[in-house]
């Protein structure tokens, strides 16, 4: 059997930890499987790294940002392919350009392209733990990328599609999915399986468990994850096309504080400008989340957007650029303390009332809504960021999550 095994950042963040992993692919080698390990890089290392530019250049260019991000995952693979050796355990450490990993050339938010399974292959066959980074790529200018954060999930789906693994296990510091960040509800509950939109739309909305792109990737692949704790031996969450339980209305509640909202005030009221405002902002790859336009008066309309506070400076810059030209507007308005709250289920269309249940949760505890956006299968609503914590228990607790599961 071929199995991926991904670990991330507190799995590896220290001497024990790096050996726990180490004994745990040893154990799946012993018993004949071929073995590749994705990391991530050690504890805090990429917060480090990050703060140290931030330090020197808070305009580091993006390019230098990827050069130094991707050394800490090259620190972590190549020792844990010491403490394998420490075992006895033939091991060999590989980045991005050693297995060909290419990607597309956006600088920090790379998508991978390509895998060249040649070298993984041949490591393979000499019956050695293959160990690679995860995180980074390489670009058509033979630079290293990065594939934003909590990107080794993605570099791992990646390789397990490329090389048609049997199992993908993304091993980290809670035992599964669960129906809220246990770190915020304490009694949340951890659920045996979850479909791949499901869980992409919980990646998506902010539950940090999974990068959303790799997700994407699983489902698109037909590759089945398996999520579970890199320090005990419970099952884990099962992430797959179809679950056998009834489809539930709410399956979980999810938060994001890495948002803002910005308004463009008093835009002409004519066809075309909600395609130009947009528009500019797709050029810039700047992601657009939660809409709102409102009803034209005197010939002027507003419209209010968010997008994650790492782009909410250059989003305005851009706006404002265009002040004088394509976009003619009063004013712009941002609001950076705010987040967004959402309830996330496949049966959520079938059922009537899920939405109006969720704002009664928000009233029952006084936070007041400032946006609104829907689909099929999620409700999401932008509140003041300190809410947060409030809010989302208080919409768990509504919903019976707890219970269920
Ligand atoms: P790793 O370093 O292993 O990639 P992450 O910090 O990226 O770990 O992801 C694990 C964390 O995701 C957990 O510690 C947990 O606080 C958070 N998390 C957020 N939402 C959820 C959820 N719905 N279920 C489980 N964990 C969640
Ligand atoms: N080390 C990277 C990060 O902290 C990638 C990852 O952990 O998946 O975002
Ligand atoms: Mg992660």
Do not use: W
């Not at 140290?52 to 693979?77: C, F, H, W, Y």
């Not at 450490?93 to 290419?102: I, K, P, T, Y």
């Amino acid at each position: 059997m071929l199995i991926v095994k991904k670990f991330g950042g507190t799995s590896v963040a220290d001497k024990e930890k790096i050996f726990n992993v180490a004994n745990r692919c040893a154990e799946d080698y012993k018993a004949g499987h071929d073995v590749i390990v994705v990391l991530s890089a050690m504890g805090k290392q990429t917060d480090y790294l990050l703060d140290l530019a931030r330090e020197i250049n808070p305009k580091a260019p993006k390019r230098e940002l990827d050069m130094l991000l991707t050394t800490g995952e090259q620190t972590s693979v190549a020792l844990m392919a010491m403490a394998l050796h420490a075992l006895g355990v033939p091991a060999i450490s590989l980045n991005a350009f050693q297995v060909d990993m290419r990607t597309n050339s956006t600088y920090g938010n790379a998508k991978i392209k390509r895998i060249d399974t040649d070298r993984i292959n041949r490591e393979l066959e000499m019956r050695k733990v293959v160990i690679i980074t995860g995180f980074q790529g390489v670009n058509r200018y033979e630079d290293y990328t990065t594939l934003g954060r909590g990107g080794s999930d993605t570099t791992a789906v990646a390789i397990a599609s490329a090389l048609h693994a049997d199992k993908c296990e993304i091993y980290t510091d809670v035992d599964g999915v669960y129906t809220a960040d246990p770190r915020i509800v304490a009694d949340a509950s951890k659920m045996s399986e979850i479909t791949y939109d499901e869980m992409l739309e919980l990646a998506s909305l902010g539950a940090g468990v999974l990068h959303n792109r790799s997700v994407e990737m699983a489902k698109k692949y037909g590759v089945p994850l398996v999520v579970r704790s890199s320090l005990n031996n419970s099952e884990g969450t099962v992430v797959k096309e179809e679950v056998k339980m009834e489809k539930l209305a709410v399956r979980g509640v999810v938060s994001d504080k890495n948002t803002a909202r910005i308004s463009v005030i008093g835009l002409k009221d004519i066809p075309g400008v909600a395609f130009k405002l947009f528009n500019h902002l797709a050029r810039y790859d700047i992601n657009v989340d939660i809409i709102l336009q409102s009803i034209g008066r005197d010939g002027t309309k507003d419209i209010s957007f968010t997008v994650s506070k790492d782009n909410v400076d250059e989003a305005i810059e851009i706006i404002e650029r265009h002040r004088t030209g394509s976009l003619q507007y009063q004013k712009i308005d941002v609001e950076k303390s705010v987040a967004k709250v959402s309830i996330v289920g496949a049966g959520m269309n079938t059922h009537a009332g899920v939405a109006a249940k969720m704002f009664e949760a928000l009233y029952d505890v006084g936070v007041n809504i400032k946006m609104i956006s829907t689909s099929e299968i999620r409700v999401t609503v932008l509140i003041d960021d300190e809410y947060v914590e409030k809010a989302v228990k208080a919409v768990h607790d509504k919903f019976a999550l707890s219970e269920h599961h």
